[in-house]
């Protein structure tokens, strides 16, 4: 696929983020544009087939436009932009009182998004996602390599979605309309692989990382995901039933995070002793 040369001087910065920046166009309030930092090439490429194809399925999801590159030879891409949105976490910030609202709203986005069924061939399992990584990482020992490969194993197989990435700040809504954004993780496979990165994001992850991110204080957080619970996995469980189920799938993500950190992270993989 060829990238579209585009000028930089069109766009004014609206945000960032690990990976890169985003832009909106200046003159036309239909485009906005996610440019990755210097020398990532093949990222963009990538992330611009994925959404095509996650957008083909019906999820809900702004549609990707052009793989483009600017003057000083950066890559990202177009999308359709939504006026008028906000982030679920945002929003949350914002109206504090409101948070038993918009938790609800997310999972009932979550619980939609883990009903697909989706052509297998045409994704990646999350287990095979997560074997990778596990053997990239240089800062488990074998043995427990060993532990967490068989939990990854013993979980059930599904065929449906997975965001991969969800975090209550990459769902958006514009009116009654709702959106998933950043699905570059995109993926298949058991729900709950999912799901703990809600629980890492609301009750893991320290105050000074979710004031950072969330633009909240850990207690609202805490509170969201005390709605979220809930309203995703029904009101007949206890939440501390439910948080010990999630809490070694929240635990996974560290293989996310000492990826893109390099280095290892006490505070997640505290959360992985059941398996440990």
């Keep these: 696929m060829n990238a579209v040369r585009i000028s930089l001087s069109d766009y004014v910065l609206s945000g960032g983020g690990a990976n890169g920046e985003s832009y909106d166009h200046r003159t036309d309030p239909s485009l906005m544009l996610k440019l990755y930092f210097p020398g990532k090439i093949q990222q963009p ?30 890559y990202g891409i177009r999308f359709r932009r939504i006026t008028g949105k906000k982030s679920y976490s945002r ?55 060993d532990r967490i490969a068989r939990f990854i194993a013993d979980a059930p197989d599904t065929d449906t979605a997975i965001h ?30 999912d799901v703990g990165m809600v629980y890492l994001c609301c009750c893991l992850s320290d105050d000074s990382f979710i004031r950072e991110t969330f633009h909240m204080p850990k207690t609202l957080a805490i509170k969201f995901w005390q709605s979220f619970a809930p309203a995703y996995f029904g009101t007949d469980r206890p939440l501390s039933d439910i948080e010990e189920e999630i809490r070694p799938y929240a635990g996974l993500k560290t293989l996310i995070v000492e990826r893109d950190t390099r280095c290892p992270m006490p505070a997640f993989r505290a959360a992985l002793s059941s398996i440990l």
């Design 91 to 145: 929003a949350t910030a914002d109206h504090p009182e409101s948070v038993g609202r918009y938790a609800a709203e997310f999972a009932d986005m979550c619980r939609k998004l883990h009903a697909i069924h989706v052509d297998t061939a045409q994704f990646e399992s999350v287990k095979d996602r997560y074997y990778r990584l596990l053997t990239e990482n240089p800062f488990f020992s074998t043995e427990q390599k």
């Design 45 to 74: 490429l990538d992330e611009m087939i994925l959404a095509r194809k996650v957008f083909e399925t019906g999820i809900p999801t702004p549609e990707p436009g052009d793989y483009v590159v600017t003057e000083d030879g950066r």
């Design 164 to 193: 991969g990435d969800l975090q209550y700040s990459n769902a958006i809504f514009s009116g009654t309309d709702r959106y998933f954004i950043d699905l570059g993780d995109f993926c298949y496979g058991f729900n709950l692989f």
